[in-house]
């Protein structure tokens, strides 16, 4: 059995702020047997950035489902990802024109997958997420979020092919999540992230409750649905047990001897339940989840909470190393026979230099050498001058070049845009007329049809 959700659920921060959902998803289901789930998530900073996030969303659905290829070879639904891409950037270039806003107001990530089962064939464009369960019982991140060179600004579908990930993930996997960019954050906490181990950095006690086909039935899967879309709003009262009853059952199925003590560790905790309290953005998360597909038991380790402190001190000591400066090793205390020496070298120096003021003769102390450094001759200071023009010079020259090569990549990557855009519309148009090319032959067929019955 195959079930799926989506949900695009407005933020604290946006209700607060009277600012809309600016996310969408959704899921198509082909008569083959295949199946399509998206989201988008417009940009904060774009005016018309909800309006963006609908548009790219039903078109990339739309053009997949009306184009999938028949044969289901991954190299065509490759090819026909990237044309459904330039379609849904070009649905949004012609909202641009007939509203008269600029495009880039229109701004949205896109992440799309399709799923036969086993299989799952997607594109990317921004700072969102796919994270698929393979057979093995691993959480695996099949994308990366696509950032700007600051490492907060976010890579927009606008920004074209070049930048779009199309790809395929080789092994079977069970379930495929895809997800914003605020609930990639809470399934991946940034304590995991910079884990040293191998180790995925997805929280799997929180994404077992969201991706994990274990007790997912024909009877409970409305119930189940409804569970998941309850816990995403957490709402004020939300009641928490739901939450714990639904990964006891999932727990039972993989680690039925330790399910119950691992809970009762999370319980203690409640880390899943703060991470989806403290998320303030809009949180979309959609799902293919496929119950019939047997999954692996881990061991009870890759079940279990992580330990947070741990994890923390090691962040502590990345982030701020000054705090946890080796501390220089204090000097052992002297022993009562090492005192006893110490003294009695100091009445024999004490001696020495009595007698020698006796003789007259002070003990010389130790000097600092003070002398001045001899002065540089003028022909040195010359050598100097020149040596310091020739690199102020060269400082000089590389400047320009700089200069130079930044208003020629500029200069290139508006061509860039200007030509996607370009490309872009030309796709449209060429759509229509594939549409229109359509329709007239099922209407010459239909008028063949009607002519050979009269």
């Not at 028949?70 to 070009?90: E, F, P, Q, V």
Request: charged fraction near 30%.
């Amino acid at each position: 059995m195959i079930f799926d959700y989506n949900f695009s659920i407005q933020g604290k921060s946006h209700i607060g702020s009277g600012t809309p959902c600016q996310d969408s998803s959704g899921v198509r289901h082909l008569p083959d047997g295949w199946h399509i789930v998206a989201v988008a998530d417009g940009v904060g900073s774009a005016k018309n950035s909800q309006e963006g996030s609908r548009i790219a969303l039903n078109a990339a659905l739309d053009f997949c489902e009306k184009y999938m290829p028949w044969d289901k070879d991954i190299i065509c639904i490759k090819s026909m990802l990237r044309t459904a891409y330039n379609h849904a950037y070009g649905e949004i270039l012609k909202e641009a024109a007939k509203t008269g806003e600029p495009v880039e107001s229109y701004d949205t990530t896109l992440s799309l997958a399709i799923y036969g089962g086993s299989r799952v064939i997607f594109a990317h464009s921004g700072d969102g997420a796919i994270i698929g369960l393979n057979t093995f019982g691993d959480y695996v991140l099949l994308t990366e979020p696509q950032k700007g060179p600051d490492g907060v600004s976010v890579i927009p579908l606008r920004f074209g092919f070049r930048h779009w990930k199309i790809d395929s993930y080789d092994e079977d996997l069970a379930a495929v999540l895809l997800m914003t960019d605020g609930m990639l954050e809470t399934l991946c906490p940034y304590l995991l992230k910079q884990r040293q181990d191998s180790k995925s950095p997805v929280y799997v006690p929180l994404a077992s409750f969201f991706a994990d086909p274990s007790g997912i039935t024909q009877e409970n899967q409305e119930e189940i649905k409804k569970d998941i879309g309850e816990f995403l709003a957490v709402a004020e009262g939300y009641d928490k047990e739901k939450f714990y009853a639904r990964l006891s059952q999932i727990y039972s199925v993989h680690i039925p001897e330790q399910a119950a003590a691992e809970i009762e560790k999370i319980k203690k905790n409640d880390f899943p339940c703060r991470l989806m309290y403290g998320e303030q953005d809009d949180k979309s998360m959609a799902a293919i989840i496929n119950t019939d597909m047997i999954l692996d038991h881990c061991h009870a380790v890759h079940y279990a909470d992580p330990d947070w402190n741990a994890l923390q001190e090691e962040f502590n000591k990345k982030a701020y190393p000054s705090l946890y400066a080796d501390k220089k090793e204090e000097k052992p205390e002297d022993s009562k026979e090492d005192k006893q020496d110490k003294n009695s070298k100091v009445i024999e120096e004490d001696s020495s230099k009595e007698a020698s003021e006796k003789s007259g003769k002070d003990i010389p102390e130790k000097q600092e050498n003070n002398a001045p450094e001899n002065p540089a001759s003028d022909s040195e200071k010359k050598e100097d001058n020149k040596l310091s023009d020739i690199q102020q010079n060269i400082k000089e020259i590389k400047d320009k070049a700089v200069k130079s090569v930044w208003k020629k990549t500029k200069e290139a990557a508006e061509n860039i845009k200007k030509a996607a855009i370009s490309a872009a519309k030309a796709a449209g148009e060429a759509l229509e007329e594939i549409s229109a090319c359509e329709e007239k032959k099922e209407n010459t067929k239909d008028k063949l049809k009607d002519g050979k019955e009269k």
